[in-house]
Nanobody, 123 residues
Framework: QVQLVESGGGYVQTGGSLRLSCTCS????????MGWFRQAPGKERKFVAA????????YYADSVKGRFTISRDDAKSTVYLQMNNLKPDDTAIYYC????????????????WGRGTQVTVSS
């Protein structure tokens, strides 16, 4: 019943841009903190960005600060991740997460998760 569906992934060259979307249903999107994680092959899932339910506070991993922007549209129950100046190290499956209590961060994989969307950045 709970669904988080990511979209917008693809294959781009270094320096390119992508905009990921995560459309949610089956729970109260407006009262949940939202986030994005990514997982490269053979590596752990790592925090990328988060936004609180208030749509005021945002958080970013150091590796993406200044390049990625997280936003949300409560009317559409959708959270976005605008990714600019992409680098090969950004290559991963990107996952959307919803958390009612607490802001998404490394070391905490609780919450509702989407199935992911692949982002590949060529060198």
């Amino acid at each position: 019943q709970v669904q988080l569906v990511e979209s917008g992934g693809g294959y781009v060259q270094t320096g390119g841009s992508l905009r990921l979307s995560c459309t949610c249903s089956g729970f109260s999107f407006t009262t949940n903190n939202m986030g994005w994680f990514r997982q490269a092959p053979g590596k752990e899932r790592k925090f990328v960005a988060a936004i609180t339910w208030t749509n005021i506070d945002t958080y970013y991993a150091d590796s993406v600060k200044g390049r990625f922007t997280i936003s949300r549209d409560d009317a559409k129950s959708t959270v976005y991740l605008q990714m600019n100046n992409l680098k090969p190290d950004d290559t991963a499956i990107y996952y959307c997460v919803a958390k009612f209590a607490g802001v998404p961060k490394d070391g905490d994989l609780s919450g509702y998760w989407g199935r992911g969307t692949q982002v590949t950045v060529s060198s």
